[in-house]
């Protein structure tokens, strides 16, 4: 019964993660511009390292079944978004660039 219940839990957290992954990027988005902000430009192990660290914090379970390689590939989708809202509006490149 122990393992059908484990079975069940991590197929659970997997379909969590897959129907709330546009949300997940969201919230990288949002993190990235503050390491962003927090470290600057040509630091971006630190600022990778930064943002694991804090999704770890806000998805503990998540981020204890997905691997950093998968977690990596979030953060590049998230990067690829905050560098078309940093095209499309000044304010917000102003506020996150400087």
């Not at 993660?17 to 600057?40: D, H, K, Q, S």
């Not at 971006?44 to 590939?73: H, Q």
């Amino acid at each position: 019964m122990y393992i059908f219940s484990s079975i069940l839990f991590v197929v659970s957290l997997t379909v969590f993660v897959f129907v709330r992954r546009n949300n997940i990027i969201e919230w990288l988005v949002c993190f990235c511009a503050e390491a962003e902000m927090t470290y600057g430009s040509g630091t971006g192990y630190l600022k990778l390292r930064d943002v694991y660290a804090e999704f770890v914090k806000t998805y503990p379970l998540v981020s204890a079944i997905m691997p950093f390689n998968v977690f990596s590939s979030l953060v590049d989708k998230a990067l690829k978004l905050l560098k078309e809202k940093l095209a499309e509006n000044k304010a917000i490149s102003d506020i996150v660039i400087g």
